[in-house]
T-cell receptor
Framework: AQKVTQAQTEISVVEKEDVTLDCVYE???????LFWYKQPPSGELVFLIR??????QNEISGRYSWNFQKSTSSFNFTITASQVVDSAVYFC???????????FGTGTRLQVFP | DGGITQSPKYLFRKEGQNVTLSCEQN?????MYWYRQDPGQGLRLIYY???????QKGDIAEGYSVSREKKESFPLTVTSAQKNPTAFYLC????????????FGSGTRLTVV
């Protein structure tokens, strides 16, 4: 069965610290997709990244980076030099190739203090 | 601009009333979804629809109903049978299954008074 685990319920950091949000997933499929979404206080979920199961290359986008490791079934998200605007709830999600649904983790609330 | 519009942003319901939450998309997406989010919790799937005039129950469909008469629209009715309807409701759409991820609306916050 599909499952996404975000063990960190809440993380607090001071501005400019680096922070890593963990995501561990379970799936029986060899073809699947992983996602990260950001939910700011306004409520709307904002897409951050999509990664398919055949592409284990790490990705960097500005201060954001993602580390995909199939060996440990993890898809961790790192924010470098965090800013107050990064404060939000972050969700990791999984979709298998032949299903209609995204399975979401329970989310990690990140608070960045000035 | 393409996107998903949810209305209203805030909704208040008296106990025993049915209320309908609107969700419209102009992305030409085939699939649409409704999620419920409670404070401090993740997203739980209520209903989803892959094509017009067809929809499936999600994990917490009891007390809710939907329709999909047009590709662009997927309204959610919260019925009086839903015992604890106060929550944040998010609508989403996707191009094809879940492989490309979802685009989300800005949500409707429903409160029972």
């Amino acid at each position: 069965a599909q499952k996404v685990t975000q063990a960190q319920t809440e993380i607090s950091v001071v501005e400019k610290e680096d922070v890593t949000l963990d995501c561990v997933y379970e799936t029986r499929d060899t073809t699947y997709y992983l996602f990260w979404y950001k939910q700011p206080p306004s409520g709307e979920l904002v897409f951050l990244i999509r990664r398919n199961s055949f592409d284990e290359q790490n990705e960097i986008s500005g201060r954001y980076s993602w580390n995909f490791q199939k060996s440990t079934s993890s898809f961790n998200f790192t924010i470098t030099a965090s800013q107050v605007v990064d404060s939000a709830v972050y969700f990791c999600a999984l979709s298998e190739a032949d299903t209609d649904k995204l399975i979401f983790g329970t989310g990690t609330r990140l608070q960045v203090f000035p | 601009d393409g996107g998903i519009t949810q209305s209203p942003k805030y909704l208040f319901r008296k106990e025993g009333q049915n209320v309908t939450l609107s969700c419209e998309q102009n992305l030409n997406h085939d699939a649409m979804y409704w999620y419920r989010q409670d404070p401090g919790q993740g997203l739980r799937l209520i209903y989803y629809s892959q094509i017009v005039n067809d929809f499936q129950k999600g994990d917490i469909a009891e007390g809710y109903s939907v329709s999909r008469e047009k590709k662009e629209s997927f309204p959610l009715t919260v019925t009086s049978a839903q015992k604890n309807p106060t929550a944040f409701y998010l609508c989403a759409s996707s191009m094809w299954q879940g492989a490309f991820g979802y685009t989300f609306g800005s949500g409707t916050r429903l409160t029972v008074v």
